[in-house]
């Protein structure tokens, strides 16, 4: 005669709390992102998401790499600490986003938990492909950005009134932008 | 325990393979780039930003921020002998268009950009209830936006007022230090864009960077550091008036 006679409703209910944690074992397989806790209490994949988002600006050091003229002629003037996208801004072109295949069943399960973000749509930058032209900077505008006198710039700063200066044709009518002393002769 | 040779042999490369397994799909596995030789910070220098907004709009091309929101901003200060805890500030469209002309009038007038500080010990982090947000190995304070519900404890949280809701993804959004950039061994658009060397993208793991000597020799100081976040965006020449 066995001691667990009376037990039978106890292992059925024992049983019951197995099968449950086993269920929960498997709902959490599929619901919590593989790279979870990888680092921390956050989604490890999603630093490389994060890098993965496409750079703009190329950098001054790729512009040097085939604009050495320019990049010579700025590191002997005022302008050497001032990089090539400070004033010519990024130059890129936006492609058309490639079309996203329709999610599977899967897919749409887990979308329910992590939100399908769409991609970033790709760039084609000035670097890449030389035909995505940058546009030629108006320096009556891109000069008087930082150069415009105020109380509020620190003192040391070259600073002038435009109308005072000169209120004719625009800054790069007279300096180069790319090393401003007099001599520079113009925007070549 | 004994282990021959031969079972060590086998042992071996399935040791390998799961370590490769752990690996795959994380920034670690980056080529030429390693989280756990790096510690992001920013310096900022007060006495040479000029009000341009070049890194406002330098940030706002990079990182596609929506039209009216900021994941960097600069403000003007305007304090008097007087009353120096009450300064006068003004930031029209986060000074990307820089700013209303400066009359000289027997007060100081000086710029602050500001962003996400990176907290060492960021108070956003903490209210995350899903574990959205996080500081990454590196220092950088980053949103999983694919995670994010959307609920803006970390928006309230933030000391700094760095966050906001994206309003197309209706997720958080906040300056990535532009993880994208540093990773690939890029500056910031920020930095990159700054005509005056106002900011510089510093790596405080890094004993070569010039921020340790700078650090030494120079009264730098974070904002609010009575809140002990462990703010990483330190400021030269930062005025007592600035909150």
Redesign the interface.
């Known amino acids: 005669m066995s001691v667990f006679k009376d037990a039978g409703h106890l292992f059925r209910f024992a049983g019951l709390f197995v099968l449950a944690f086993l269920i929960f074992l498997v709902v959490r397989h599929y619901v919590v992102p593989k790279s979870f806790g990888e680092y921390g209490h956050y989604r490890g994949a999603a630093m490389g998401e994060i890098a993965a988002h496409p750079a703009k600006f190329a950098g001054h050091e790729t512009c040097e790499g085939c604009h050495t003229e320019e990049a010579t002629k700025k590191q002997a003037g005022k302008h050497a600490q001032v990089n090539c996208e400070a004033c010519h801004g990024a130059i890129y072109r936006r492609l058309p986003a490639p079309e996203q295949p329709k999610p599977n069943l899967y897919e749409r399960f887990v979308a329910l938990v992590v939100k399908p973000a769409p991609p970033d749509p790709p760039l084609l930058r000035h670097a890449e492909d030389p035909t995505v032209k940058p546009e030629l900077p108006d320096t009556a505008v891109l000069c008087a950005r930082c150069h415009t006198a105020s109380a509020a710039k620190p003192k040391g700063f070259p600073q002038v009134d435009p109308a005072e200066h000169y209120p004719g044709p625009p800054c790069g009518s007279c300096h180069q932008p790319h090393s401003p002393a007099m001599d520079g002769g113009g925007v070549k | 325990m004994n282990i021959s040779r031969r079972q060590i042999l086998i042992l071996l490369p399935a040791a390998a393979v799961a370590w490769k397994s ?1 690996l795959a ?3 670690e596995d ?1 080529p030429n780039y390693k ?1 756990s030789d790096h510690w992001w910070s920013m310096l900022i220098d007060i ?8 890194c406002v ?2 940030c706002q ?4 921020v929506p039209e009216g929101n900021f994941r960097t901003w600069v403000e ?1 200060y ?1 304090v008097s002998d007087e009353n120096m805890t009450e300064p006068e500030v003004i930031s029209p469209k986060g000074g990307k268009d ?2 209303p ?5 027997g007060k100081k ?3 602050v950009p500001k962003m996400c500080n990176h907290c060492a010990d960021s108070p956003c982090t903490q209210v995350c209830p899903v ?7 590196d220092g950088v304070v ?1 949103v ?4 994010c519900l959307g609920c803006a404890y970390c928006v309230q949280a933030c000391p700094y007022g760095c966050r906001y809701i994206h309003p197309q ?1 209706e ?1 958080a959004d906040k300056c ?1 230090l ?4 540093i ?2 061994g ?2 910031t ?1 920020c930095c ?6 106002a900011r510089q993208l510093a790596d405080l793991k890094n004993p070569k960077d010039p921020i340790h000597e700078f650090l030494k020799t120079h009264n730098v100081q974070v904002l609010k550091p009575q809140m002990a976040t462990g703010a990483k965006v330190f400021y030269n020449d930062l005025d007592g008036s600035v909150r």
Do not use: W
């Open positions: 752990v799909g994380s920034p980056a989280m006495s040479k930003c000029i009000g341009c907004g070049n709009r330098a091309t990079e990182n596609d003007r305007h820089g700013f002309v400066a009359q000289e009038d007038y000086f710029f574990g959205a947000t996080f500081i990454s190995p980053l999983d936006q694919k995670y993804k997720v990535t532009c993880y994208h950039r990773t690939q890029l500056t658009a990159e864009a700054c005509p005056t060397g």
